[in-house]
């Protein structure tokens, strides 16, 4: 027979002994092979010889069996002889799994359905059996002498149609058994793939086959951390006759909120950890260290630093519920969740060992991972993998080994081993004199106060009542909050947020976890709350921030703001209409990058005119992002895109917002249809409510529509016309004062520009420079008597004498008194820059413009240090601004010719 095949097939026939047994007994497969091995297997040559009709069920069992040893032999030659990629292998045994499946499932349906009638459902439609793929087999990654692991659910209860009724259950249960027998039974022909049912709902003491409803409720009632694991890469099967797209997408629903959850569940890692900890136990027993898929540094490492991943994040981030170990491992170097050399070391070794445990199966067609002992077997296999001999191949395999050992034990190590050296001073397991003792010790400056805060922490119902799991956790974090808040300048302030916090998060399982896996994220932790009170509060409202701070580049001062709009983009893509869930993901996506900027800020690493710069931007592009989901659910909208702009006023629209600001916003249109001024009004008010409606992932931004023409009696959204109409023959002066700092900020562009020509036309309107001065100033001292307090010793930043106002006052007269001989004045700049440019023209005398600008720009910087302690209405001693009040007075008086009224 040799004589027969073809000299280039020798590196497969010397390796593999199972090949060449096979050619010898069926020589009908080499002018099979000679015709085909040169190409990949395909979908269409593994159906053909299932396309006939069969006798019995003998000839259908023979059938599949030799399609499965012609699918074997094409693929043992195409990789031992260097023509096929590790990618290529795993797709073409999960295609012959894939057909073979799908085969018996419609074959043994419609032989059952002849005798039974077909399976009913509620709606007296026929269901099929649903066959879900586990394990490689669901991540099409299967390997060549595979086992194959199938769950069996049907989706509903009911009766068949007859002539001889039977219930689905027994209908279904059937079917399970003959699909079972004919791909697992083994006969003359050998067997397709074994089939291993153990990962269904009760295991081996459950039924064979279950409906959704008992699939769903298994899931709510008994479903386990490992089978969230396993059903990470469960694959409905069905396909041609027997996909029903309806149940598939009810299977998806029950399956994705079991294994993915909604929060970032950090609870996966020690789940995951003690799982590996009992298959570790197991290798060990039975001295598997050779073991390529379960030893040290093994193939089913890999894919749990893969699995991990999804487990903790798929349920915020659906683009990590996907299956392939390879592409998990892509994805999550995109996403910076490991770095890139990490990701090459793990996928290098993940091909390596998986050509290695074909080669070790191809010799027998085995499913075995053992490395060989015989000196002849491991020659061979070394030599199938390219090496010239055993010792080589071994050295970068142990290499391969290590690396992965070494990235697993990064993701999956305890973070301390022992007990903290402080857990008896939090279980308050040493008396209280001592515990006390203890603070003063570590710097505490009220040591009694500090205990007896714990005391009551400990003694609290909320801390009495935890569950078990919680309160481990909370117990092992307690002792590491005590050290990091020793460590901050502020240690009591730090540990009272810090337990508050901790109380705040007590019954979420997954954010102690992480705070205990993640020593580094308490520590920042405790210097963002110890720092700030607002952090503190804003940490408390929105935990899941703690995310933010795993991120290595927390620190990085640059943000890609076309990145963030690309991934909320796309975020909101995957949720489209699904108008909760988006609400939730702006909020969650701007609270984030809130919360980077915050870090930052808090570190030194922001001026505040940077910062409100980002904000700024920040609130812009929200804003921009919302506008078309909101447009989407006006139902009778009259276009595909609105001519709609949104203009930001105040703080908004002079680009100086804080972290608490709320946003002054007009809204314009230019749309000449018979239904704009309902569609835009509708749209103005959605935007309003999707802006600042509290939802279970919090608020956006508290919104002020009032400067509207008209304010609160105005329409909500004006047409343009109308709104240059009003500012040229209605406003008052103090709103055009308001639009010196007004601008186009999100929208329709070119609604913008007629908006921003508006703005140019009104400000720079010749004006009768005294009855204006009279205007400003009286509008002055209206909100001085409104707000202002003389007081003597505290100085009010915004509203006192010298103070925020004045300034903004000044910069307003002056662009409104000269923008029609001076254009440049016109300009959203920011008022430093205006004051800069009104010295430069000879406005003002430059030198008095630079100490208003430097006393404003002081303001501010002392404005946003009160904000960050919750106090953004406090006042400083007068001494702090003394120089600058007298500079801001100085320039008042010259500018208006009279001092402050």
Known sequence: MQTLLDPRWQPALAHSRYLSNLLQARPDLVPELAATWQQPLTEDLLRAPLAGDFADDDAVRRALRRLRQRAMAHLTIRDLCGLAPLAEIVEGMTLLADVTTNFALDHYHRQLAATYGEPLDSRGRPQRLLVIGM?????????????????FVYPEEGDTAGPKAIENYDFFNRLGKRIIGALGDLTADGQVFRVDMRLRPNG????????????????????????????IKARTMNAGPNLQPEWVEAMQKIGRPFVFRKYLDFGAINAMRDLHAQIRREVARKDMADHVKLGPGGIREIEFMAQVFQLIRGGRDPALQIRPTQAVLALLVERQLIPAETEQELQAAYVFLRRLEHRLQYVEDKQTHMLPVDPAERAKIAASMDFADWEAMLAVLDAHRDRVSRHFEAVFSEPEEGEHALTGLWLGQIDDETAIE????????????????????????????LPATNRSRLDAVGPRLIEAAAATPAPDTTLVRGLAFLEVIARRGAYLALLQQYPLALKRVADMI?????ASDYLNRHPLLLDELLDPRLYEMATDWAGFRGQLRQNLATHAGDTEREMDLLREMHHAQVFRLLAQDLAGLQTIEKLSDHLTELADTIVQETLPLVWQTIRKRHCETPRFAVIGYGKMGGKELGYASDLDLVYLYEDDDVDAQENYTRLGQRLNTWLSSQTPAGILFETDLRLRPNGDSGLLAVTVDAFRDYQLNHAWVWEHQALTRARFCAGDAAVGQRFEAIRCEILRQPRDLATLQGEVVAMRKKMYDAHAKDDPELFGLKHDRGGIIDVEFIVQYLV???????????????????LRIAGELGLIDPAQAAAAGNAYREYRRLQHALRLTATPKARVPRELVDKHVAA???LWQAVFGQPQP
């Open 888 to 890: 801001v007075d100085a």
């Open 135 to 151: 394990g490689k087999l669901g991540g099409r990654e299967l390997n060549v002498s595979s086992d194959v692991d199938y769950i």
């Open 438 to 465: 203890a603070f003063g010790n570590l710097g505490f400056r009220h040591p009694k106060e500090a205990q007896e805060r714990l005391a009551a922490l400990r003694g609290s119902a909320r801390y009495q009542q």
């Open 204 to 231: 081996d003491s459950g039924p064979l086959v279950c409906s959704l409803d008992s699939l769903e409720n298994y899931f709510i009632t008994q479903g386990r951390e490992w089978e969230r694991y396993a059903w």
């Open 530 to 534: 110890g720092a700030s009170s607002w």
């Open 816 to 834: 409104l008194g000269h923008a029609h001989r001076h254009a440049e004045l016109t300009g959203n700049l920011g008022n430093i820059a205006l």
